[in-house]
């Protein structure tokens, strides 16, 4: 997954630089560092934004006690995946304006963003099946045991990711046969094919527990109302004033989930060596800027972290006794 601006099979009439090469650099000349582009700036700002925001939900999470509810176990897992993505594109960045790219440096940053990509995802589906579990399990959740469930579950979620985004290194990749790779050099199709196709499971996992959520949520607040008297029993919980705001909150989270994820995951699948570099980084800036974007849509929006971020910005207008609610917003 290296930029390489002297592609043959780069159209410059598109306007970009390809940022996902398919064929391999040649050796035999001199190598020349490319003139810094646009887009390499645009590649080394988005990669420190997105190690910035998330190295600091991280340590947010880390360095304060109170936060160790299953959901921000799985917002560190999400924010440390998503700060690799970043550290991913930086090294991209370094290696093709710095120093000569090699097929080690391929296989590193390629293996980083299959592992961050990877845990992105799982951590993704793991807060979804969260907010599952905090509705439909009120009154055991956050519980201790729960607590030690997730940390096994996560350390699975990383143990695995690392193993997928290892194995290129390990050797299935298509450095040696340029006919076997897919979009996405140096990952071999049929790689790719597997991965896409696990990521496109995850992507419907994660959008059926969201639809449980929903479900569950208009149950117990329509029960609720239905006993306080506020609505009858066969009003639909439609109609319940304020309630399409939590409504419209889910259908941006979901609108972003799969605006990320459905195009690479497609595409990997369908494309092939031969395909337009254009189309895999049109495809691949989506997922990359998940990474980008997930700190803001779930991280910032919890108030316990919001209200840890404003102690440490401003010490002496907020206090810092807070108190953690483990639901999660919707």
Known sequence: MILNISDPAWDESSGADPIFPLDELDRSS????PPLTVWGVALCVSGTLIATENAIVVATILATPSLRAPVFLLLASLGLADLLAGVALILHFLFLFCV???DWSELLTSGLLVTSLTASLCSLMGVALDRYLSLSHALTYGSSQSRRRAAILLLLV???ACFIGAVPAMGWHCLEDQ???SVA???TRTYLSLLCGGFLVAVMVTLQLY????????R?????????HFLPANQPYASKPGSGRGFSRLILVLSVFVGCWMPFSLWGLLGDASSPPLYTYATLVPAAGSSLLNP????LRNKDIRKVLLHACCPHRHSHNTHIHYPVDV
């Open 30 to 33: 001199q190598y020349e560092v």
């Open 100 to 102: 000569e790219p090699s």
């Open 158 to 160: 990383w143990l695995g």
């Open 179 to 181: 006919n076997s790779c």
């Open 185 to 187: 050099r140096p990952l």
């Open 211 to 218: 639809a449980g959520i929903c479900r569950v949520a208009r």
């Open 220 to 228: 117990h607040a329509h029960a609720i109302a239905t006993q306080r």
């Open 296 to 299: 803001i849509l779930y991280s």
